[in-house]
C-alpha cells in the first residue's frame, strides 16, 4: 500500500557526531524523495531532496542516498550542531495517485 | 518566508460548529496540497488540487471538504468540528505539472485549529 516508513522515531547524538536517519518506501515508481526539518511550531522546510537517477546528494553537512533496489533512503548529518535540534520527516510520491506520503517523523536532539 | 500564506493564523472555536482556513499558494504554482499534523504527530496528507480539479485525496473525512478557485488560492472547510479536530493544518503548494510531482513543495505558516 501507500507507506513510508521512517526510522529511528527519536534520536539523540552528542555534538558533532553524525546523526543517521532511513525510510523505506513501498511504491516503485516513486522517483522524487525530499527531507524536510522542522523546528518547534513552525512550517516544515525542504532541507535536500534526491531524484530517482541519482544515489548520492550531499549539501554541505547534510548527505542523503537512495537505494532504489531496497526502496530506502537516507538522511546523513555530519558534525551536528545544536540547530539541528528538530523533527526531521521523508516524503515520497505516490505518482498513480498523485500524492505525497511522508514518513512519521524523527525528532533529532543534539546533545551539548 | 516560502510565499506560501495561510488565514488565520489562529482559530479556537466550539465542538459543532464550522469553519474556513484559506491558503494562497506561491505566485505561478498551480498545485495545492492540505496537511493536518496533530501535537507531535507526523503530515497527515488531506487533500489536492491542481488548477482548481481535486488531484489526489488522502484519509480527509467527510466532514471536511476543500476546494480551489480560479485565482487559485484554496479553502478547507471543517464542519461538525470534534476536539480531536484540534491541530495545525498546513497547506502547501509546489510547481508540479499534470503528469507528476516535480519539486519540493513549499509550507505555509499553517493555521492552529483549536476546539473547545
Known amino acids: 500500500g501507500e507507506n513510508v516508513e521512517q526510522h529511528p522515531s527519536t534520536l539523540s547524538v552528542q555534538e558533532g557526531d553524525s546523526a543517521v536517519i532511513k525510510c523505506t518506501y513501498s511504491?516503485?515508481?516513486?522517483?522524487?524523495f525530499p527531507w524536510y526539518k522542522q523546528e518547534l511550531g513552525k512550517r516544515p522546510q525542504l532541507i535536500i531532496d534526491?531524484?530517482?537517477?541519482?544515489g548520492e546528494k550531499k549539501d554541505q553537512r547534510i548527505a542523503v542516498t537512495l537505494n532504489k533496489t531496497a526502496k530506502h533512503f537516507s538522511l546523513h548529518i555530519t558534525e551536528t550542531q545544536p540547530e539541528d535540534s528538530a523533527v526531521y520527516f521523508c516524503?515520497?510520491?505516490?505518482?498513480?495517485?498523485?500524492?505525497?506520503?511522508f514518513g512519521s517523523g524523527t525528532r533529532l536532539s543534539i546533545r551539548p | 518566508d516560502s510565499g506560501v500564506t495561510q488565514t488565520p493564523k489562529h482559530l479556537i472555536t466550539a465542538t459543532g460548529q464550522r469553519v474556513t482556513l484559506r491558503c494562497s499558494p506561491r505566485?505561478?504554482?498551480?498545485?495545492v496540497y492540505w496537511y493536518q499534523q496533530s501535537l507531535d504527530q507526523g503530515l497527515q496528507f488531506l487533500i489536492q488540487y491542481y488548477n482548481g480539479e481535486e488531484r489526489a485525496k488522502g484519509n480527509i473525512l467527510e466532514r471536511f471538504s476543500a476546494q480551489q478557485f480560479p485565482d487559485l488560492h484554496s479553502e478547507l472547510n471543517l464542519s461538525s468540528l470534534e476536539l480531536g479536530d484540534s491541530a495545525l493544518y498546513f497547506c502547501?503548494?509546489?510547481?508540479?505539472?499534470?503528469?507528476?510531482?516535480?519539486?519540493?513543495?513549499?509550507f505555509g505558516p499553517g493555521t492552529r485549529l483549536t476546539v473547545t
Open positions: 502547501a503548494s509546489s510547481p508540479r505539472d499534470r503528469e507528476g510531482v516535480k519539486g519540493e513543495q513549499y
Open positions: 534526491i531524484r530517482s537517477n541519482v
Open positions: 511504491d516503485s515508481a516513486s522517483n522524487y
Open positions: 505566485s505561478g504554482d498551480l498545485s
Open positions: 516524503a515520497a510520491p505516490y505518482s498513480s495517485a498523485s500524492k505525497i506520503i
